[in-house]
């Protein structure tokens, strides 16, 4: 195992790295951002649908290209390093996992055709995403005649705007069941002012939404391990996104110190900046590296090894937008330039499912609370 | 392939690290590098004797041609067994390798079958008071006999480790008088056991003397033990510094879970356990050694599509460990808290007390932080060098 890409996976993240050059400028964010659009609906258009991203994790014979996590692995680094505003992470490393985890059925089998022909964007109304276990749900669901009658309040759902059907975990004779809830189907979706504006958060509110009685893809519940299951590819997700946001932060400010010159040399010759560059690398080589051999052996990673990546990537992309603005100075306190892009999606990914304490306390729990030790 | 060797080295280990050997178990790491020497050379005679030595030299020079994914193998069951430290590791992984691609035929045949066998132990003679980071500024002197062509050596060499219980030294020297900087040195290897040479043990941190000052007064080298050609002195050294690429420390990461696991296991009966930031902080060290092993298999990596890939990582494989490390050493003192005062008792407590003593070292030889933080920004990074200041 020497968790190095293989020849198809390097192709797959040069022709996406040119693609996103092209498509995924921050000119085009900060446009977006300023005429109070929240996603790029063309972007993704191509990124769906020509491009086919959503396939890549669909096995083989649920009508996908059956590749693995490392391929998710190689695509989120893209999306993140461009922070392009598209409901990614949300369809290909949240629902698609689920519906995945979920076994057999009908509904859900016709949803995956729609993922993997791009013709669907999926959010998923996690009770707590600021929870690294996704929180209890929050909806509670009834049978009525043929079908289902939802209520309740999802109070932050990511990319719930872009999203073509949501999916919404719901409690049902004390256990909890998943629904499939289309477009315009009666809720209610507000959207929210978030710190980081490439990514949309909104809140759901059902009340008394009535759903046909297809709308429930689970056979027999939603389990808690499906639902970590799940997660799992959420959280690799999210990491990935965090160390390619943290690549691209780190490379836009080398660009600019190696030109910007105080003293009568370029501040990159500083020993004091040089220094500081470096030991980020030594922060990316070692989140980088716990990345790819988590998903080389990503049906049996380990929650804790889980937990791990979040913290290393969370604090590298944290680590690296700061010191970005730093060694930008000024300018990186203007709208005008990238830094602050990545300063806030990097805060507000951190608090994405799970803060970083409570990764932390999952790893001490497991070595020190129980059997026998690492 | 993989498994069977595994199970081979388990069995090996399980059968002959015992009885008179059973003394060594888990002994001679981090801070340990001086203790039952004579015993660890029988050791290494040993594990030559089963074939354990020099494994991924070419069969021809009596190695066993293993790929780098089995000698991690190795590696890993070694360590796990509880294996102690390997005095033949300066021969085996450093020197012999250099040899191997720059030695003649004569230096091959005589140098090769005794590191092999574990009867010839090396030093390395590399460092000088005054030539520490700056390797460049070597001083000691070799002037050329002309009589017999042998190099004659004075100077000084100083942190030379395992010097007082080796046989044989290799030293970078001065070879042209007015040369500066990197031109013309020598690279020489020297029997250490002669009049011209005085070998004096430092005392260190933790008490023991693992690393020495070595004199030179007119001490000899052979015409025939110039390893290269003069002025080719700094390519050989450079070249032997790239040979360790980190097979060995994957062994060594087996040995930092172990203490890891000590650190556990003493929170868990101490009450640290119960403290919040003491669970962040061991959460955090199991995190790190995780990743650490990652980046280990990856800088391992062979394929030649993934050199441009890998070479930051590289450069910075050894800041990480070392770093890393180094906070486990306080880690450790901070959960055996106030109990860490009695040196004597617990052999948990005085093992980790030797790595926290010792491992502030980590972060020095090989290239201190900082250095390896000047070749990651300049090699890696392609920031510019440093200016080189005009004191000497
Ligand atoms: C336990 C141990 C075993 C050793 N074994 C051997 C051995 O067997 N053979 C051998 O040849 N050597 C050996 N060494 C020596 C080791 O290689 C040197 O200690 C090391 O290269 C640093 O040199 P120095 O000690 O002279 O420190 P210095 O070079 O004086 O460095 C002192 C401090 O200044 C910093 N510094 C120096 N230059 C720069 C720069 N350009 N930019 C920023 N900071 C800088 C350093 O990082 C360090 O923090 C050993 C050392 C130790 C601790």
Same mark, same amino acid.
């Given at each position: 195992?020497?968790?190095?890409?293989?020849?198809?996976?390097?192709?797959?993240? &040069?022709?996406?790295?040119?693609?996103?050059?092209?498509?995924?400028?921050?000119?085009?964010?900060?446009?977006?951002?300023?005429?109070?659009?929240?996603?790029?609906?063309?972007?993704?258009?191509?990124?769906?649908?020509?491009?086919?991203? $959503?396939?890549?994790?669909?096995?083989?014979?649920?009508?996908?290209?059956?590749?693995?996590?490392?391929?998710?692995?190689?695509?989120?680094?893209? =999306?993140?390093?461009?922070?392009?505003?598209?409901?990614?992470? =949300?369809?290909? $490393?949240?629902?698609?996992?689920?519906?995945?985890?979920?076994?057999?059925?009908?509904?859900?089998?016709?949803?995956?055709?729609?993922?993997?022909?791009?013709?669907?964007?999926?959010?998923?109304?996690?009770?707590?995403?600021?929870?690294?276990?996704?929180?209890?749900?929050?909806?509670?669901?009834?049978?009525?005649?043929?079908?289902?009658?939802?209520?309740?309040?999802?109070?932050?759902?990511?990319?719930?705007?872009?999203?073509?059907?949501?999916?919404?975990?719901?409690?049902?004779?004390?256990?909890?069941?998943?629904?499939?809830?289309?477009? &315009?189907?009666?809720?209610?979706?507000?959207?929210?002012?978030?710190?980081?504006?490439?990514?949309?958060?909104?809140?759901?509110?059902?009340?008394?939404? @009535?759903?046909?009685? =297809?709308?429930?893809?689970?056979?027999?519940?939603?389990?808690?391990?499906?639902?970590?299951?799940?997660?799992?590819?959420?959280?690799?997700?999210?990491?990935?996104?965090?160390?390619?946001?943290?690549?691209?932060?780190?490379?836009?400010?080398?660009?600019?110190?190696?030109?910007?010159?105080?003293?009568?040399?370029?501040?990159?010759?500083?020993?004091?900046?040089?220094?500081? $560059?470096?030991?980020?690398?030594?922060?990316?080589?070692?989140?980088?590296?716990?990345?790819?051999?988590? @998903?080389?052996?990503?049906?049996?990673? =380990?929650?804790?090894?889980?937990?791990?990546?979040?913290?290393?990537?969370?604090?590298?992309?944290?680590?690296?937008?700061?010191?970005?603005?730093?060694?930008?100075?000024?300018?990186?306190?203007?709208?005008?330039?990238?830094?602050?892009?990545?300063?806030?999606?990097?805060?507000?990914?951190?608090?994405?499912?799970?803060?970083?304490?409570?990764?932390?306390?999952?790893?001490?729990?497991?070595?020190? &609370?129980?059997?026998?030790?690492? | 392939?993989?498994?069977?060797?595994?199970?081979?080295?388990?069995?090996?280990?399980?059968?002959?690290?015992?009885?008179?050997?059973?003394?060594?178990?888990?002994?001679?790491?981090?801070?340990?590098?001086?203790?039952?020497?004579?015993?660890?050379?029988?050791?290494?005679?040993?594990?030559?004797?089963?074939?354990?030595?020099?494994?991924?030299?070419?069969?021809?020079?009596?190695?066993?041609?293993?790929?780098?994914?089995?000698? +991690?193998?190795?590696?890993?069951?070694?360590?796990?067994?509880?294996?102690?430290?390997?005095?033949?590791?300066?021969?085996?992984?450093?020197?012999?390798?250099?040899?191997?691609?720059?030695?003649?035929? /004569?230096?091959?045949?005589?140098?090769?079958?005794?590191?092999?066998?574990?009867?010839?132990?090396?030093?390395?003679?590399?460092?000088?008071?005054?030539?520490?980071?700056?390797?460049?500024?070597?001083?000691?002197?070799?002037?050329? /006999?002309?009589?017999?062509?042998?190099?004659?050596?004075?100077?000084?060499?100083?942190?030379?480790?395992?010097?007082?219980?080796?046989?044989?030294?290799?030293?970078?020297?001065?070879?042209?008088?007015?040369? +500066?900087?990197?031109?013309?040195?020598?690279?020489?290897?020297?029997?250490?056991?002669?009049?011209?040479?005085?070998?004096?043990?430092?005392?260190?941190?933790?008490?023991?003397?693992?690393?020495?000052?070595?004199?030179?007064?007119?001490?000899?080298?052979?015409?025939?033990?110039?390893?290269?050609?003069?002025?080719?002195?700094?390519?050989?050294?450079?070249?032997?510094?790239?040979?360790?690429?980190?097979?060995?420390?994957?062994?060594?990461?087996?040995?930092?879970?172990?203490?890891?696991?000590?650190?556990?296991?003493?929170?868990?009966?101490?009450?640290?356990?119960?403290?919040?930031?003491?669970?962040?902080?061991?959460?955090?060290?199991?995190?790190?050694?995780?990743?650490?092993?990652?980046?280990?298999?990856? +800088?391992?990596?062979?394929?030649?599509?993934?050199?441009?890939?890998?070479?930051?990582?590289?450069?910075?494989?050894?800041?990480?460990?070392?770093?890393?490390?180094?906070?486990?050493?306080?880690?450790?003192?901070?959960?055996?808290?106030?109990?860490?005062?009695?040196?004597?008792?617990?052999?948990?407590?005085?093992?980790?007390?030797?790595?926290?003593?010792?491992?502030?070292?980590?972060?020095?030889?090989?290239?201190?932080?900082?250095?390896?933080?000047?070749?990651?920004?300049? +090699?890696?990074?392609?920031?510019?060098?440093?200016?080189?200041?005009?004191?000497?």
């Amino acid at each position: 195992m020497h968790l190095t890409l293989t020849p198809d996976q390097r192709m797959i993240r &040069d022709e996406g790295a040119r693609f996103l050059a092209e498509r995924a400028s921050s000119e085009k964010l900060r446009a977006l951002i300023e005429a109070g659009t929240r996603w790029d609906r063309d972007l993704w258009q191509a990124i769906a649908a020509e491009l086919g991203w $959503c396939a890549i994790a669909v096995p083989e014979d649920e009508g996908g290209l059956g590749m693995g996590a490392t391929e998710v692995l190689v695509l989120m680094e893209l =999306s993140g390093a461009r922070l392009a505003p598209v409901p990614l992470w =949300s369809t290909l $490393c949240l629902a698609t996992p689920l519906l995945l985890a979920l076994g057999a059925g009908k509904a859900r089998a016709r949803l995956l055709e729609r993922i993997v022909a791009g013709e669907a964007a999926l959010a998923v109304a996690l009770g707590d995403p600021g929870a690294a276990d996704g929180g209890a749900a929050t909806i509670t669901a009834r049978a009525e005649g043929e079908g289902w009658v939802l209520d309740g309040i999802a109070a932050r759902v990511i990319d719930a705007e872009a999203a073509d059907v949501i999916l919404v975990p719901a409690v049902i004779d004390g256990g909890t069941a998943l629904f499939a809830l289309e477009r &315009d189907m009666g809720q209610e979706i507000a959207p929210l002012e978030t710190l980081d504006a490439t990514r949309p958060v909104a809140r759901l509110t059902l009340d008394g939404v @009535a759903l046909p009685g =297809s709308a429930r893809l689970d056979a027999d519940g939603l389990t808690a391990d499906q639902m970590t299951r799940a997660l799992d590819m959420a959280h690799l997700g999210l990491a990935a996104e965090q160390i390619g946001a943290a690549r691209a932060v780190m490379d836009l400010t080398l660009d600019y110190i190696a030109e910007r010159v105080q003293f009568g040399r370029t501040i990159a010759s500083f020993q004091a900046i040089k220094h500081r $560059c470096a030991a980020l690398e030594v922060d990316m080589a070692e989140a980088r590296a716990l990345a790819l051999g988590i @998903a080389a052996e990503f049906d049996t990673a =380990s929650a804790e090894d889980i937990a791990g990546l979040r913290v290393l990537a969370g604090d590298l992309a944290r680590k690296a937008a700061r010191e970005a603005i730093q060694m930008h100075g000024g300018v990186a306190i203007t709208w005008e330039y990238d830094p602050h892009f990545y300063f806030k999606r990097a805060q507000a990914t951190a608090a994405l499912l799970g803060p970083r304490d409570a990764h932390l306390e999952r790893i001490a729990a497991a070595l020190l &609370d129980q059997g026998d030790a690492a | 392939m993989s498994d069977a060797l595994r199970k081979e080295v388990r069995d090996w280990m399980a059968k002959h690290l015992t009885g008179r050997f059973a003394p060594l178990w888990m002994r001679a790491g981090a801070g340990e590098g001086d203790v039952m020497p004579e015993l660890r050379k029988e050791w290494e005679r040993e594990l030559a004797a089963g074939r354990w030595t020099c494994l991924g030299w070419p069969e021809e020079h009596g190695g066993r041609a293993l790929s780098v994914a089995e000698q +991690v193998v190795f590696q890993e069951e070694y360590s796990r067994a509880g294996g102690p430290g390997r005095m033949g590791h300066i021969g085996e992984g450093l020197i012999g390798p250099t040899i191997l691609d720059y030695g003649t035929d /004569d230096q091959k045949a005589r140098f090769l079958p005794p590191i092999r066998a574990g009867e010839a132990f090396w030093a390395q003679g590399y460092s000088e008071p005054s030539a520490g980071s700056d390797l460049g500024n070597i001083r000691t002197r070799a002037r050329r /006999d002309e009589a017999t062509g042998d190099w004659l050596v004075t100077g000084q060499k100083i942190w030379t480790s395992m010097a007082h219980v080796s046989d044989w030294i290799f030293v970078l020297a001065r070879a042209e008088p007015d040369s +500066v900087g990197r031109k013309g040195l020598i690279f020489l290897m020297m029997k250490l056991d002669q009049p011209g040479i005085e070998i004096q043990p430092i005392r260190q941190i933790g008490g023991g003397a693992e690393f020495n000052s070595v004199f030179f007064d007119g001490a000899r080298a052979e015409a025939r033990d110039v390893l290269g050609e003069v002025g080719d002195g700094w390519k050989i050294a450079m070249a032997l510094l790239g040979y360790e690429r980190g097979i060995s420390t994957l062994g060594q990461q087996m040995s930092f879970a172990q203490e890891l696991d000590l650190i556990i296991e003493i929170a868990r009966e101490n009450g640290a356990a119960e403290r919040a930031a003491i669970r962040q902080r061991i959460a955090y060290a199991w995190a790190g050694l995780r990743a650490m092993r990652s980046l280990a298999l990856r +800088v391992l990596s062979e394929d030649p599509d993934a050199e441009a890939e890998l070479m930051r990582e590289r450069l910075a494989y050894k800041y990480q460990w070392a770093t890393w490390h180094r906070d486990l050493g306080a880690l450790a003192m901070d959960v055996i808290g106030l109990d860490g005062a009695p040196i004597e008792g617990d052999p948990r407590r005085e093992r980790l007390e030797q790595m926290f003593l010792f491992t502030p070292a980590d972060t020095i030889y090989g290239g201190t932080n900082e250095i390896q933080l000047n070749i990651l920004a300049e +090699v890696g990074l392609g920031m510019p060098r440093e200016p080189r200041g005009t004191l000497t």
